[in-house]
């Protein structure tokens, strides 16, 4: 039972970690885009208001 317990909670960890570094990975690829579109939109609003 103690075995099962420890394997499981392993592989919870495991899948996890993943998880987070391929949000990380994939973050870092689209902070760019992310971020460019958003200065883009700002300076829009900016010239609209004046």
Known sequence: ML?????????????????????????SHDKEHIYGLDIHYLDEMKKAKG
């Not at 392993?10 to 990380?24: E, H, K, P």
């Open 3 to 27: 075995q099962a317990l420890a394997i499981s909670g392993g592989l919870v960890l495991l899948f996890n970690t993943a998880s987070i570094i391929a949000m990380i990975v994939h973050y």
